[in-house]
């Protein structure tokens, strides 16, 4: 896990992007994060699930949302996220994987404030989480 060393402002937040090859669920998270069932942080992480699930738009519906007049999809993306993660995306959609954009807030709760401050990626074979980028 990166955490951010760089300017925080009061408010800060954090957009993601979720890659999933099917439904996203409590198991298919905690198993990448490194958390084990006997964890005492796994209440801490199913409630970073359960925020990612409330937040989380199909990317598609997202960008229809919240795109820039007449700006692509990749131009959106790349506006958002690292070169990497922009290829990621395209892979994913190829290959009809689920792709969702959301952020994470400080103004919200605790929880949701403490990993909107923090920066980090969550992978394995099945899923992929970057959360790594300033707000939208």
Do not use: H
Request: proline letters at 2%.
């Amino acid at each position: 896990m990166k955490i951010k060393t760089d300017f925080v402002t009061n408010s800060s937040s954090t957009c993601f992007v979720i890659i999933s090859n099917d439904e996203f669920t409590l198991p298919k998270f905690i198993k990448p994060a490194g958390i084990k069932e006997t964890s005492v942080f796994t209440d801490v992480f199913q409630m970073l699930f359960e925020t990612f699930k409330d937040k989380m738009t199909p990317a598609r519906e997202y960008f229809e949302r919240y795109k820039d007049g007449g700006e692509t999809f990749e131009e959106f993306i790349t506006k958002a996220f690292s070169k990497n993660t922009v290829e990621r995306i395209i892979e994913a959609e190829k290959f009809d994987k689920l792709v969702f954009f959301g952020d994470l807030a400080s103004d919200n709760t605790e929880l949701e404030g403490y990993f909107c401050t923090d920066s980090f990626i969550i992978e394995s074979n099945d899923l992929y989480i970057d959360a790594t980028e300033y707000g939208w």
